[in-house]
Nanobody
Framework: QVQLVESGGGLVQAGGSLRLSCAAS????????MGWFRQAPGKEREFVAR????????YYADSAKGRFTISRDNAKNTVWLQMNGLKPEDTAVYYC??????????????WGQGTQVTVSS
């Protein structure tokens, strides 16, 4: 399995932007499809975005389309989630996930510890 560490969360006003990063350990990062999920208080974890092994294919939840961008750099073992036009309903703990399968399954094989994103109105 790959080890994942997220960073970049924080408190931002509605309409603002944040860029989440997920750093992966190991030399096999390019063999993993990557994704971002989130979990708001009292709600189930939900899918946000995913990216294929090479980064050529991406897919977004309807809530993220047009506002969020997922990208990766296999040379840096890193995947990012650029979030623009943030809304209070985007408040959640954001998790990075990895799996050798694309699209990612509902339960990817590796998860990060999560990073808190709070959007104030």
């Amino acid at each position: 399995q790959v080890q994942l560490v997220e960073s970049g969360g924080g408190l931002v006003q509605a309409g603002g932007s944040l860029r989440l990063s997920c750093a992966a350990s190991g030399r096999t990062f390019s063999r993993y499809a990557m994704g971002w999920f989130r979990q708001a208080p009292g709600k189930e974890r939900e899918f946000v975005a995913r990216i294929s092994w090479s980064g050529t294919v991406t897919y977004y939840a309807d809530s993220a389309k047009g506002r969020f961008t997922i990208s990766r750099d296999n040379a840096k073992n890193t995947v990012w989630l650029q979030m623009n036009g943030l809304k209070p309903e985007d408040t959640a703990v954001y998790y990075c996930a990895a799996d050798k399968t694309y699209p990612l399954p509902a339960q990817p094989e590796s998860w990060g510890q999560g990073t808190q994103v709070t959007v104030s109105s």
